[in-house]
């Protein structure tokens, strides 16, 4: 079973929301919106296979079949909730997958700077590429390399302009994750591994909330598009920020998911 911490509600509440964070980076990626999330929801941070506390098997492959089965674990323990799923990044590709092939009924789905995969077949092998050379990267290397080049990514550089705190402990939960672990994340379930969803999502019916920053503007146009194909979707353009959108503007990243979650409340 996956790793994972519960933070009970400050009020009464049958919702829980869960949170999936991005490559390297654990269920820690989260601990400033715990307490506001807290007024609202019961929360639930996980950290996914080869991140931050997590023991899955070394010799199984964790593909995403593998992680929606150990998904269906930890929320079988809560299935009495209304069951709220985010996901970042990396984490917002396995929360589509388990909204599609996951056996644990969702309430809400939230899908921060993400997408439902690569759309062919060629661009997908040369992705595998490239997540099979950051791999040999992490284990050849080093984690300390591997980060360095990590941070200089286009995809985050307006990490840049964060306060120095802010940068240090990203910087220190990306140092903590084990290499060897990272780089079998990438050769089992990085982009390049993971099956073209695109067709499948017009199947999600349930209420769908798609962030991307304005600044990130790959995401913005995956975002508008996958928008355009699941039924019950709302997109936020989130103004000023980047890929990070839960740490670049925590406060609006906030505000978004309790306003969805308030929402689906009333309409129950």
Avoid: C
């Avoid at 990396?90 to 599609?100: P, S």
């Avoid at 700077?113 to 060629?122: K, L």
């Amino acid at each position: 079973m996956l790793h994972y911490n519960f933070h009970g509600a400050q009020i009464t509440t049958n919702n829980l929301i869960i949170l999936l964070h991005g490559f390297i980076s654990d269920h820690s990626s989260f601990d400033d919106h715990i307490d506001t999330l807290n007024q609202h929801a019961n929360v639930l941070t996980i950290d996914l296979p080869g991140h931050g506390d997590d023991i899955s098997a070394n010799d199984v492959t964790w593909d995403f079949d593998f992680i929606a089965q150990q998904l269906d674990e930890v929320i079988r323990l809560y299935a009495s909730y209304n069951i709220y799923l985010h996901g970042y990044s990396m984490g917002g590709r396995v929360a589509l997958y388990y909204a599609l092939y996951g056996n644990m009924a969702l309430t809400g789905l939230i899908l921060e700077s993400t997408s439902p995969g690569i759309a062919t077949d060629s661009e997908r092998e040369e992705r595998q590429n490239v997540d099979n050379a950051r791999a040999k990267v992490l284990e050849i290397a080093g984690l300390e390399i591997f980060v360095n080049d990590w941070e200089k990514l286009p995809l985050f550089y307006t990490q840049y302009d964060l306060e120095k705190p802010i940068r240090k402990r990203i910087r220190n939960m990306r140092m903590n994750q084990d290499p060897y672990k990272l780089a079998k994340a990438l050769r089992d379930y990085g982009s390049g591994y993971m099956p073209s969803l695109w067709s499948e999502i017009t199947q999600i019916d349930i209420p769908v909330v798609i962030l991307a920053g304005a600044l990130d503007q790959k995401f913005v146009a995956i975002g508008n598009k996958m928008t355009n194909l699941i039924p019950r979707s709302k997109f936020y353009e989130v103004p000023h920020v980047g890929h990070t959108i839960h740490v670049e503007d925590a406060s609006e990243f906030d505000k978004i998911v309790v306003g969805f979650l308030n929402k689906e409340e009333q309409n129950d």
